[in-house]
């Protein structure tokens, strides 16, 4: 009975995830190209930080994915008052890392569409760094 509800909890827990990036996506999109880029080192910087700082993001378990994605929300939303396009990146982050440990349609929508901007990012990197320099 309780897999049943916590299986059930985690994939509204996907839907709530979706809403999130439906909600961000068109923010980071209609930023400024200096704040976008800004969004994107972070982003970047954080996922180059962690793996090199705690180890590979694909070894941790599914439990530490999720309290890192917990913690980087958390750090987004501190940011958010002063610096809106890192706040962004730590969002991103977030989002990427709890959508890959939950099952359903959302949370798989949800990773795939953010993997798709981690990929784009890292990228993308080494062009903004040389145009917009390490803010």
């Given amino acids: 009975m309780f897999e049943k509800l916590k299986a059930g909890w985690a994939e509204a827990r996907g839907a709530v995830l979706w809403k999130e990036l439906s909600?961000?996506?068109?923010?980071?999109?209609?930023?400024?190209?200096?704040?976008q880029a800004k969004t994107c080192l972070a982003l970047v910087g954080l996922l180059a930080g962690i793996d090199e700082s705690v180890g590979r993001i694909d070894d941790m378990s599914e439990e530490g994915k999720k309290k890192l994605a917990g913690h980087l929300r958390k750090i987004g939303v501190e940011k958010h008052d002063f610096d809106v396009p890192r706040a962004h990146g730590y969002f991103l982050a977030s989002l990427w890392?709890?959508?890959?440990?939950?099952?359903?349609?959302d949370a798989a929508r949800v990773h795939a569409f953010t993997s798709g901007i981690v990929d784009k990012a890292f990228d993308e990197a080494p062009a903004l760094l040389e145009q917009y320099g390490a803010d």
């Fill in 23 to 35: 909600d961000l996506l068109p923010r980071v999109n209609a930023a400024q190209p200096r704040q």
């Fill in 97 to 105: 890392l709890e959508s890959g440990c939950l099952p359903g349609d």
